[in-house]
């Protein structure tokens, strides 16, 4: 299994609805990826380190899949920024 | 109320860090997978299959299982997970404490549990969190928080158990000791010399003999081989804790002492600062250190008096350190250990000499600014010796392995 860390800003279409936001697809580079599942979510009420203490804001994380890879992708509520985190391939 | 018209839950999370893991790489289904470094921290059940466990070394986990899956975590996805859970458990409960991968509930007189039995609670309460969160669960049901915890131990993994009122007796008979709360390995080793191997030949001891042979703790296994858990406390109101402790693994093995000072230093006054927002004093400092080739040391000592002050705490800290850390080896591992507490005492003493008054301000107002902006709003001590070399977050340092207090 190989993780990649990719760290980088994309571009996310996602699902406002019944007090959820469901990400379907996210442009990274030049290449479209449409999400097939959302594997799993999780939202860090931290704060986010790169903007500075207690700035506040929180992240909603996911894990989705996209054929067979797994991608990390997250929201930054401070930097109002979807981010590519990681890709995990077999 | 008595007894028996009680409910509490426990909810104990399978596997937690490897069942977070396998939820958000679905190539790890099905796989052995362990998270930890140095040592299993969690493993999956395919890992167990293989005889793998917690606190195991990793050495021997390879050797045990060449193809399990080894990643080192994330502890902060792994908090953010637990808060979910236990956002979903408090529909079903009326106060929870909670741990890092489980919980108590009070659910006497939830709606759920009157329109069906517990069992049907339970099963409510473990579909939520698989829906919601999408991690498996076991929930043990029964009159007081020993029975619940050792309901959700017989369902493991994945299910849910309800000891019911007047069962207890038939159900705790054929455990062995060890399973019993408080029966550590020393105590089961009296007992199997006495032959008594099961709680139902536990309670064959009367009171008396028990009280002989274990003092105050005879008392309490009086009670509890009857199902009875007299340590129980019924509103689940923060209680006094025997301990309070704060561990990590550092990212990498350290040897600098900047960094190992201001590690300890950040390790107490956070354990401090919880014995501060419990109103507690401290008279016990232990200190354990594991060096790089895996051998352990620790230490303890008692304050002249208690103290709620972390420059006291940390100087005992500091010669326990000077005392134990005398080779050339760099350190894997520090845990403080906080023990033997009493009141603080909430008001200035009069006659309190003006120096520990100030320190006692000095102290409060920083534990305002950080209850209000977070823990790492303020870096004070020897703490400053981490910036820079560890990230930060609201919550603070952004440890390697972090331990909550239990």
């Known amino acids: 299994m190989n993780i990649e860390r990719i760290d980088e800003p994309i571009r996310v279409l996602a699902v406002f609805s019944a007090g959820r936001i469901d990400p379907l697809r996210f442009r990274w580079g030049r290449r479209t990826y449409k999400i097939g599942r959302i594997n799993g979510r999780w939202t860090d009420r931290s704060g986010d380190p790169s903007t500075g203490l207690g700035a506040g804001g929180y992240s909603l994380h996911y894990s989705v899949q996209v054929g067979n890879e797994t991608y990390y992708i997250h929201f930054s509520s401070a930097k109002v920024q979807w981010w590519l985190d990681q890709l995990i391939a077999d | ?406």
């Open chain 2, 1 to 406: 109320m008595n007894d028996h018209d009680k409910l509490v839950l426990h909810v104990d999370v399978d596997a937690f860090f490897a069942s977070v893991e396998q939820l958000l790489i679905p190539l790890l289904r099905g796989r052995p997978v362990i998270v930890g470094s140095g040592c299993i921290a969690s493993c999956s059940y395919e890992a167990r299959a293989h005889g793998l466990r917690a606190g195991m070394s990793l050495r021997e986990a390879k050797r045990l299982c060449p193809q399990a899956v080894i990643l080192a975590g994330d502890y902060q996805v792994y908090r953010c997970f637990a808060e979910h859970i236990w956002q979903v458990c408090r529909r079903y409960t009326c106060g929870l404490e909670t741990y890092l991968d489980e919980a108590y509930g009070d659910a006497t007189g939830i709606p759920a549990s009157r329109d069906g039995d517990a069992m049907s609670l339970g099963r409510k309460l473990q579909r939520d969190v698989r829906d919601e969160v999408g991690l498996p669960v076991s929930v043990g049901l029964a009159a007081n928080r020993m029975l619940a915890k050792l309901a959700s131990a017989s369902a493991k993994p994945g299910g849910v158990a309800w000891i019911r009122p007047r069962q207890e007796m038939d159900i705790l008979a054929p455990l062995p000791i060890e399973e019993l709360h408080g029966v550590g390995d020393k105590t089961a080793e009296k007992l199997r010399d006495m032959n008594i191997r099961t709680v139902g030949e536990l309670r064959a001891l009367g009171l008396e003999t028990l009280r002989s042979l274990f003092g105050r703790c005879g008392e309490l296994l009086y009670e509890r081989c009857r199902g009875r858990d007299i340590e129980n406390c019924p509103d689940l109101r923060p209680r006094i804790p025997k301990t309070i402790s704060r561990e990590t693994t550092f990212h990498q093995p350290a040897c600098d002492a900047e960094e190992i000072r201001g590690m300890l230093f950040y390790l107490l006054e956070r354990a401090m600062r919880t014995a501060r927002l419990g109103g507690l004093a401290v008279r016990t400092v232990e200190l354990s250190i594991r060096y790089d080739d895996w051998k352990d040391l620790a230490g303890r000592c008692s304050l002249p008096q208690p103290t709620a002050d972390d420059r006291a705490a940390y100087a005992a800290v500091l010669e326990l350190f000077e005392r134990l850390y005398q080779r050339r080896v760099a350190l894997r591992h520090v845990g403080i250990v906080l023990s033997n507490f009493s009141s603080a005492g909430g008001e200035a003493n009069l006659f309190e000499p003006q120096d520990a008054a100030r320190r006692r301000d000095l102290l409060r107002s920083v534990d305002t600014i950080r209850s209000r902006y977070g823990h790492a709003a303020v870096v004070t001590g020897e703490s400053i010796g981490l910036l820079g070399r560890l990230e930060r977050n609201d919550y603070g340092f952004v440890l390697r392995t972090p331990s909550l207090t239990k």
